[in-house]
């Protein structure tokens, strides 16, 4: 009995060859976009009953939670640092009337001058992956939001959650004296939907030289 040649595609290689290279150039596209923009992951809700009981033992308070539209996952921090997920037209307009000043984009490829426009606030562009931060990046966000002619400050990413929760917590830490632990608990089970996926994360806050990044930033080490 003759055995049949397997179909070829109009390359001359057999089709399941072509099949499987295009399988393959798919899927390393869809990790090099993880790598640098997130997977689409979704939101985690908040445990008010988990957050009351981490505050009551560590007497630290966490980030309050608002509702404004065109704001998702919009928290304020401090009375100098809000945060949250990729705002609207509206959200921007909202957060001008909160008395915001300065909009801090932490998403590598995607600008808010459309949203932005038609306002008085100012835009800085900290381009941040969330497999990799960059020391200059937290350094140049530091500065900003320790600027007392540009806050308060809004941060966001995409989620507000892990790039966002990354700079917040490093805040607490290198304005407010909170310890790491305590800046991971905050980020991670406090209802800002921090996806697990990115552990090194926190394992990068985990091993931060919190003394050199302040000087960087020409921050006073706190007591």
Request: charged share 25%; hydrophobic share 30%.
């Amino acid at each position: 009995m003759t055995q049949k040649e397997p179909k070829k595609s109009k390359s001359g290689r057999p089709r399941r060859t072509v099949v499987l290279m295009a399988v393959t150039v798919l899927g390393l596209t869809g990790a090099c976009f993880v790598l640098q923009c997130g997977p689409e992951l979704p939101f985690v809700p908040s445990n008010d009953r988990r957050q009351a009981e981490s505050e009551q033992a560590s007497g630290r308070k966490w980030a309050e939670r608002l509702e404004l539209p065109g704001l998702p996952n919009l928290h304020r921090v401090s009375e100098n640092l809000y945060r949250g997920a990729q705002p609207t037209a509206e959200g921007m307009k909202q957060l001008e009337k909160l008395g915001v000043k300065t909009v801090v984009n932490l998403r590598s490829s995607r600008s808010d001058r459309d949203e932005i426009e038609g306002t008085a606030l100012t835009y800085e562009h900290i381009g941040m992956t969330t497999w990799s931060p960059d020391p200059e990046s937290i350094t140049r966000f530091l500065k900003i939001v320790t600027d007392g002619s540009r806050t308060p400050v809004f941060v966001h990413c995409r989620h507000g959650a892990d790039r966002t929760g990354t700079m917040c917590a490093i805040y607490r830490i290198a304005t407010e004296g909170w310890s790491k632990d305590e800046a991971i608990e905050e980020m991670t089970k406090g209802g800002f939907g921090y996806h697990s996926i990115w552990k090194n994360l926190v394992d990068y806050i985990r091993k931060l030289d919190v003394d050199s990044m302040m000087r960087s930033a020409g921050l006073n080490s706190c007591p």
